[in-house]
């Protein structure tokens, strides 16, 4: 398989398809992307004008500046991980390190398992790569947590790598030590890699965080995605980085050598100076309780509309489930059309996920109240239109 053919194989996002066809109409709410809407730090937009000014928009080294990947191994260690500099790599985001990890352990014909819903990036990156995808299903009865069981009953020879992402984008997810434990057991019995997307860390409301790197030590196939996108507001910047085991040094390289060159130079600078600082913590503290106050926002209004939803416990998203029998495309464009709210179709995200529609909670909270009015309405009215 070539990387045409795998191009060919992937669809369009269908979040950028709805979001061009809202760009044409007014009184649009549009619930579709996770970006968050608060500014970017005031102490990092000085720090990074100060290093612009002083010249710092050149090219760098090609896996980061060493000051910042030495930052990043520190805070690993201190949660007493043995993550050294030579692990880490900043990346063009998470999507660029989710591409630098998957093109560095997958071959063509090689088989990636995804738990779905899931974030479509991982099934498309993998399918541009050759491999083949095969997800395993979570359900709302459940949490949307994955069964180690169910995931141990799949794997096979041809199985290379395992994605994980908690807490967990559309689902909101979170999984705890006990389970992370288990799946890595599962990935380690199969000698397959384990990719966990990272990049919600920050945002858990319920239960705590649990790093897929704290197993390394006793697995060392596994790779860890992070990104300081959503945490410091600057989606636009494309900074993020992998963790990776040193045996997949080089072929890392390779991948970012020809497909960034280096990442943004003074970005790198810029989040270095204030990444520490009383600042941002109490900004990212801030941003993390606002998100739980619309959390609760979000899932009362659908709960009050008749809408299932299983209340996130992380991430930026809820997800509810459609009455029986609507089809999510259908459902989501006459959403669009008739009451000017642009959520994203369950589908995008795998199997696991019809039946269902996702709405991101980074919009102020009257905003996702009116949202939910609308698709309470919309749903009331498309039900009994349906004779569903």
Not at 66 to 83: F, H, S, T
Not at 170 to 191: C, F, K, Q, W
Not at 254 to 281: M, N, R, W
Request: net charge negative; charged share 25%.
């Amino acid at each position: 398989m070539t990387l045409i053919d795998g191009i060919d194989s992937v669809r369009a996002s269908k979040i950028e398809d709805l979001f061009e066809l809202a760009s044409s109409m007014n009184d649009v709410i549009n619930l579709s992307i996770g970006e968050p809407d608060a500014d970017v730090p005031d102490v990092l937009k000085d720090a990074a004008a100060r290093h612009i000014k002083n010249g710092k928009n050149k090219y760098g080294p090609l896996r980061g500046i060493p000051q910042l990947r030495e930052k990043i191994a520190a805070k690993y260690a201190e949660r007493g991980l043995d993550v050294k500099v030579e692990n880490v790599s900043i990346t063009m985001g998470a999507q660029n390190a989710i591409f630098a990890g998957f093109a560095s352990v997958l071959r063509s014909g090689d088989e990636v398992i995804v738990f779905s819903p899931a974030f479509p990036t991982y099934a498309a990156v993998a399918t541009l790569i050759g491999a083949r995808v095969r997800f395993v299903n979570t359900t709302l009865n459940n949490g949307y947590v994955p069964d180690p069981d169910r995931l141990r009953s799949v794997i096979n020879s041809s199985t290379r790598a395992i994605v994980i992402n908690s807490p967990s984008n559309p689902t909101g997810a979170v999984y705890d030590r006990r389970l992370m434990r288990e799946l890595i057991d599962v990935a380690s019995e199969a000698g397959a890699y384990v990719l966990s997307d990272e990049v919600y860390e920050e945002f858990v409301y319920e239960g705590s965080f649990v790093s897929a790197a704290e197993f390394a030590d006793s697995y060392d196939r596994v790779l860890v995605v992070n990104s300081f996108s959503k945490t410091l507001c600057i989606t636009g910047w494309r900074l993020g980085y992998l963790l990776a085991p040193q045996e997949l040094s080089e072929r890392i390289g390779k991948v970012l050598l020809y497909g960034h060159t280096c990442p943004p130079t003074f970005a790198q600078y810029a989040i270095l100076d204030v990444i520490d600082s009383d600042e941002i913590k109490e900004f990212v503290k801030r941003s993390r309780e606002e998100y739980l106050r619309r959390r609760d926002v979000a899932v009362l209004a659908l709960n009050y509309h008749g809408i299932e939803v299983c209340p996130p416990k992380g991430a930026l998203y809820v997800f509810p489930r459609l009455p029986a029998g609507l089809d999510d495309d259908e459902f989501c464009l006459s959403l669009l059309n008739r009451e000017r709210v642009v959520a994203v179709p369950g589908n995008t995200f795998g199997p696991g996920g019809e039946g269902h529609f996702r709405i991101s909670i980074t919009s102020p909270a009257q905003i996702i109240e009116e949202g939910v009015r609308r698709i309470g309405r919309f749903v009331r009215e498309y039900v009994s239109s349906r004779g569903v």
